[in-house]
């Protein structure tokens, strides 16, 4: 990192036309060896007020996974990490200080300058790196000197996804878990999404993964969630319903997506009373066209994608079938099709014991389902 304090020492006229006073090297050196009253725990960083997490580390770790609301200010870029490590690896540390020197020497005042842009909103900075090392500790260090009001999280990201697998790992579920369960396109997730905006303590898992936990559920819904987000907003849901004698979620298998259910909130579900809701085929075809034909949705070249993509299942001759609806645009036979020959009989709903659900909701109407099954939760759970 010695690369980088020549960085800051380049940095300083810069910082100078910028509005700040020169800095010397020697005075970013010293801070940060003074930098001690200058770090946070995860622990004290989420509980503090009006606090803003600054991710210095690149944009591609950044999308991996971040802490709650921060924000991405790099330092290098995902190109030129690539190229500082490779120059590291082969061949030396001092080809990479000089080629890091490059790369940050150029852009560090606008980096301070954003961040002193926050910092004058009212905002607590926190920033950090990937383990809490001498990326995110050197940018304190020069705001510091700055006389900008920061500090860097202990651990960096690496001590955050540590507290969230601790968090999932040692959580104590209380709340009884019911299970919306119910065949495709009945309805579940708008349920669900009412009976949130009524108050009821609830978890869209499918939001959450931002996929609807099908062969086809990514279509039209941009990258799926990456495993540290959706971890991290599961045990955040968690531990917001913590004193609540239930949560309401749907019935979904261990991954959706890319992404799988932690495993306290799964144990939960499996033991957890379950609702069944039905509504009809026509129904439930309408419901299904409704939701993929939005102008955001709509793909036939992945439509056509994912129909390939189980036709093991289906079988050549119903796989050229539904290919040849999509191609003539016979979309509400198509997905009828795939609801009584794949759907239906994967998921069994049909077949399934009534005897097993604590209660049918008939779903035709959405709005009438929604206040029927408010009523149910209110009567079991809170005596109204």
């Given amino acids: 990192m010695a690369g980088f304090f020549a960085a800051v020492g380049m940095a300083g006229f810069w910082c100078k036309i910028y509005g700040f006073d020169i800095i010397s090297i020697n005075d970013v050196q010293g801070k940060v060896e003074e930098a001690l009253d200058k770090i946070v725990s995860i622990q004290d960083s989420l509980k503090m007020p009006n606090r803003l997490f600054i991710d210095v580390r690149t944009p591609q770790e950044f ?5 709650p609301g921060a924000i991405n200010i790099p330092i290098f870029s995902n190109e030129e990490r690539a190229i500082v490590g490779t120059l590291y690896k082969q061949v030396s540390v001092d080809a990479a200080k000089q080629r890091g020197l490059e790369f940050v020497s150029s852009k560090l005042p606008a980096i301070i300058q954003s961040i002193s842009d926050y910092a004058k909103q009212g905002y607590q900075i926190v920033i950090y790196c990937w383990r809490g ?18 500090r860097q999280l202990i651990g960096g990201y690496k001590s955050y996804r540590r507290y969230i697998l601790d968090g999932l790992e040692t959580y104590k579920l209380r709340s009884e878990i019911v299970v919306l369960a ?7 997730t708008t349920i669900l999404k009412e009976l949130a905006a009524k108050g009821h303590p609830t978890i869209d898992l499918e939001g959450l993964a931002n996929h609807r936990g099908s062969v086809f559920g990514q279509i039209g819904l941009g990258k799926s969630t990456t495993m540290p987000m959706f971890e991290a907003a599961v045990l955040e849901f968690l531990e917001k319903y913590q004193d609540k004698p239930y949560i309401i979620v749907e019935c979904e298998s261990s991954q959706i997506g890319n992404v799988y259910i932690p495993k306290v909130l799964r144990d939960g579900m499996s033991i957890g009373k ?3 809701v039905q509504a009809s085929v026509s129904t439930r075809v309408q419901r299904i066209i409704d939701e993929y034909s939005s102008p955001r949705a709509i793909d036939a070249e992945k439509i056509a994608h994912c129909i390939k993509a189980i036709g093991k299942y289906l079988g050549r001759k119903k796989t050229d079938f539904l290919l040849q609806c999509l191609a003539n645009n016979q979309i509400e036979l198509l997905v009828s099709s795939l609801l ?3 759907y239906d009989p994967l998921y069994g709903y049909d077949n399934s014991k009534n005897a097993q659900y604590e209660a049918i909701i008939n779903a035709e109407n959405l709005e009438y389902a ?3 099954l408010d009523t149910y939760l209110k009567r079991r759970y809170t005596g109204w």
């Fill in 63 to 67: 999308a991996q996974g971040h802490l």
């Fill in 133 to 150: 090392g001498m990326r995110s500790k050197s940018i304190v260090a020069l705001l510091d000197t700055l006389d900008i009001a920061a």
């Fill in 182 to 188: 119910g065949s495709t396109g009945v309805g579940k």
């Fill in 274 to 276: 379950k609702i069944l």
């Fill in 340 to 342: 009584v020959d794949y």
């Fill in 370 to 372: 929604t206040a029927e």
